[in-house]
């Protein structure tokens, strides 16, 4: 099993930019595809991003894209997500999950492994 925990949350002023980490531990970090989430107060957990188990293939919510770029690294065991153009209502929650199967999802159903979320905060 795998075990995932997020890093780089923060403060951070309208326009700015984050990188979010997201380290896993306890598997073979390449067979498992990957995605962000997050959750803002009194919302329902949103997709952001999706990646492949080897890289190769991404998808990106609508909602972020051209913002928010996903990336990994099997090498590192790392996973992040590369946050611009920060606006207010970015703020929550920001979750990384994994599980093994291979198609990409959006789901947070189709996710089995999560970590414990990092804060975003973006101020106005």
């Known amino acids: 099993q795998v075990q995932l925990a997020e890093s780089g949350g923060g403060l951070v002023q309208a326009g700015g930019s984050l990188r979010l980490s997201c380290a896993a531990s306890?598997?073979?970090?390449?067979?498992?595809?990957m995605g962000w989430f997050r959750q803002a107060p009194g919302k329902e957990r949103e997709f952001l991003a999706a990646?492949?188990?080897?890289?190769?293939?991404?998808y990106t919510a609508d909602s972020v894209k051209g913002r928010f770029t996903i990336s990994r690294d099997n090498a590192k065991n790392m996973m992040y997500l590369q946050m611009s153009s920060l606006k207010p209502e970015d703020t929550a929650v920001y979750y990384c999950?994994?599980?093994?199967?291979?198609?990409?999802?959006?789901?947070?159903?189709?996710?089995?492994?999560w970590g414990q979320g990092t804060q975003v905060t973006v101020s106005s």
């Open positions: 990646i492949s188990r080897s890289g190769a293939s991404t």
């Open positions: 999950a994994g599980d093994s199967n291979r198609l990409l999802s959006m789901s947070t159903t189709a996710y089995g492994y």
């Open positions: 306890g598997g073979t970090f390449s067979n498992y595809r």
